[in-house]
């Protein structure tokens, strides 16, 4: 079965860091670009940032450039988000998602989405 599994979800207070962490399952993400979106309740998804399949070639939304570094191990078929200086905005569901490919934009409809793991920004 293939799968993507979020983790590293959780509370922190605002300017704390977090690290997020997607892994496949039954499909290795050599041939795969990555992206990160999120969704706060009651609102609209939103991309927060992607990687193409090498990791060479990086994108971030405007929200969490500077603050946010996504990066891949491809031999451990895991991609990351680093995510420092968080604010209560940042407070939503994060997923990964992958797309058959060398490059992806957050625009890009992909093939496979993970379950999810939530964020709590608060003091």
């Known amino acids: 079965q293939l799968q993507l599994v979020e983790s590293g979800g959780g509370t922190v207070q605002p300017g704390g860091s977090l690290r997020l962490s997607c892994v496949a399952s039954g499909f290795t993400l050599d041939y795969y670009a990555i992206g990160w979106f999120r969704q706060a309740p009651g609102k609209e998804r939103e991309g927060v940032s992607c990687?193409?399949?090498?990791?060479?070639?990086?994108s971030y939304s405007a929200s969490v450039k500077g603050r946010f570094t996504i990066s891949r191990d491809n031999a451990k078929n895991t991609v990351y988000l680093q995510m420092n200086s968080l604010k209560v905005e940042d407070t939503a569901v994060y997923y990964c998602a992958a797309k058959m490919g060398a490059l992806v934009t957050l625009l890009d409809e992909y093939d496979y989405w993970g379950q999810g793991t939530p964020v709590t920004v608060s003091s």
């Open positions: 990687i193409s399949s090498s990791g060479g070639s990086t």
